[in-house]
């Protein structure tokens, strides 16, 4: 079993700055991948970011050039820097681990609103 924890969301203007972690406790050595996705009012989930195990990382078209994903295997963390943020970033942004048996957890989200 994997636990996600996310913490960083906020109210940030347009142009602004975030950083989101995401801490993962449990079987952290089962995990393959992890990943954020986000969620707006009355759309469906998408893939923002990814990040492998070996380090290998891909980007949602929306968000490359402004997202950055990262991790730190010993704090068993993953980071999403979020620059030049825009309005049509708002949503519930949440993390995803994939683990080798290809089940996959998530965390239990954490909201991000761009004002214009």
């Known amino acids: 079993q994997v636990q996600l924890v996310e913490s960083g969301g906020g109210l940030v203007q347009a142009g602004g700055s975030l950083r989101l972690s995401c801490a993962a406790s449990?079987?952290?050595?089962?995990?393959?991948?992890i990943g954020w996705y986000r969620q707006a009012p009355g759309k469906q989930r998408e893939l923002v970011a990814a990040i492998s195990s070996g380090g290998s990382t891909n980007y949602a078209d929306s968000v490359k050039g402004r997202f950055t994903i990262s991790r730190d295997n010993a704090k068993n963390t993953v980071y999403l820097q979020m620059n030049s943020l825009k309005p049509e970033d708002t949503a519930v942004y949440y993390c995803n681990a994939l683990d080798v048996a290809e089940e996959d957890y998530w965390g239990q989200g954490t909201q991000v609103t761009v004002s214009s």
């Open positions: 449990g079987s952290t050595f089962s995990i393959n991948a």
